[in-house]
Nanobody, 115 residues
Framework: QVQFVESGGGLVQPGGSLRLSCAAS????????MGWYRQALGKQRELVATITSGGNTNYADSVKGRFTISRDNAGNTVYLQMHSLKPEDTAVYYC?????????WGQGTQVTVSS
């Protein structure tokens, strides 16, 4: 069973930056795309960024130009560098494999953007 451990969240002022990390316990993970999701209070979980096994990236319009997804050489750790954070970025952030069904979720990491 795949497990995810997300970290790096916290409280940051608008305009600030954070770097999230996620370690996945899947030895073959490097062959699959990975993604960052977020869920704000009272809203559905949404996919915000993906990175393929070959390093191609894709972003939701709401974060394009501000967030950067990357992964380590082994492919089992994914990062999300977030700049110019806005209050609407406040959410619990999770990582997962977009192609996997059903999805098993980790605890996530809380990001709060507030002055």
């Amino acid at each position: 069973q795949v497990q995810f451990v997300e970290s790096g969240g916290g409280l940051v002022q608008p305009g600030g930056s954070l770097r999230l990390s996620c370690a996945a316990s899947f030895s073959s993970g490097s062959a699959y795309a990975m993604g960052w999701y977020r869920q704000a209070l009272g809203k559905q979980r949404e996919l915000v960024a993906t990175i393929t096994s070959g390093g191609n990236t894709n972003y939701a319009d709401s974060v394009k130009g501000r967030f950067t997804i990357s992964r380590d050489n082994a492919g089992n750790t994914v990062y999300l560098q977030m700049h110019s954070l806005k209050p609407e970025d406040t959410a619990v952030y999770y990582c997962n494999y977009p192609d996997f069904r059903p999805k098993i979720w980790g605890q996530g990491t809380q990001v709060t953007v507030s002055s």
